[in-house]
């Protein structure tokens, strides 16, 4: 499931104005040549296991060595972070198999929870809390499924449990 919902979100920002979505089976999910962004998209902060974010780093710095994507910002996106917080920060993960050793620092790679990331895709700072107060009506639009009102409103408070700071 929680893949699922990264591709949902990989979906939604790759067609974001500007935005292209590089599909499944890429190293990496989106990217605007605009912004010279790219980003992995991951639902959860736990979705990536420590052997697996220095994997993900090295393929970062893999694609921003490629001439393509020269002067390019790479960022691991987690739309959900841990404890709620915003950040935008240097990605330095652990090296499991070479102890107490990070990957060097890189102002080019990046991790970046998902309110923050919504906004800088979009330029809304509204933007994630946006998208998931209209779900209920597009679900309701477009299936069989009738949410009832009291589920429609359960969304907002859902949204402020995962991400709200106040």
Known sequence: ???????????????????????????????????????????????????????LYDAIMAKLKESEYSGYTGYYVEIISKGKKQYDKPFTPSDNKQKGKQRTTDKKIRIIDGLSFYTLATGNKNALSELFNVLPKVIKENTNYNLPETEIKQYGKLFEKAFSTE
């Open 1 to 55: 499931m929680q893949n699922v919902i990264g591709d949902f979100h990989q979906q939604i920002l790759g067609n974001c104005s500007d935005w292209r979505d590089l599909g499944t089976g890429s190293i990496l999910d989106i990217v605007n040549d605009n912004k010279k962004i790219i980003a992995e998209i991951k639902n959860k902060y736990n979705t990536t296991k420590g052997n697996h974010k220095v994997e």
